[in-house]
Structure formats: structure tokens, C-alpha cells
């Protein structure tokens, strides 16, 4: 299987720098969500915690993958992944 290439849009790098300034534990969580990205972005082996969003158009980030707090959203087009948001759940959401 040919791995897949993860680019992200100036968006996601803005909240990733803002959010890796106050949470250190950011840049690991998000290495092992890029790991999972280049193998196997639809999830269709089920190892990973992918979600694909309902009702979501295709250039708002259709997927969305967790890691801790940390949520990010994503695209794929053909053997691309395209890092479209990056942010944290708060901490009162459950």
C-alpha cells in the first residue's frame, strides 16, 4: 500500500502554534495522528479513532481524528490529506 501525503493549510498551522504554545504535549499527539494519516486516512481498518462527519461539505474537513483533548479535520483528495483544523475540547463538553 502507497502512503498517502499530509499537507496543512495556513489555518491549521496558525491553531496548531497557538495551541502547541500552551499545550507541550500537542507535538507527540499530533506526530502519531500524521503516522495514522499517511497509512490510512479513511479509516477503513478501524485501528484509529476517525470519525467521518454527516452533512459536512467537502472543503470543511469531512474527517475528523482524536487524540486525547485534541481534535483536528481533514480532507482527503486522491493520495493527499489535507490538515484543514486543529483545536481542543473543552473540558465541561461531557
Do not use: W
Request: charged share 35%.
Amino acid at each position: 500500500m502507497t502512503d498517502f501525503v499530509v499537507l496543512v493549510t495556513s489555518r491549521f498551522e496558525r491553531e496548531m502554534k497557538k495551541l502547541a504554545a500552551q499545550h507541550p504535549e500537542l507535538p507527540n499527539r499530533f506526530e502519531g495522528v500524521i503516522s495514522a494519516l499517511k497509512v490510512d486516512p479513511y479509516n477503513r481498518t478501524l485501528r484509529y479513532q476517525i470519525k467521518k462527519l454527516k452533512n459536512v461539505p467537502a472543503s470543511e474537513g469531512q474527517y475528523r481524528p482524536r487524540s486525547g483533548r485534541f481534535r483536528f479535520r481533514y480532507d482527503v483528495e486522491g493520495r493527499s490529506v489535507y490538515l484543514k483544523a486543529c483545536s481542543l475540547r473543552r473540558e465541561d463538553t461531557y
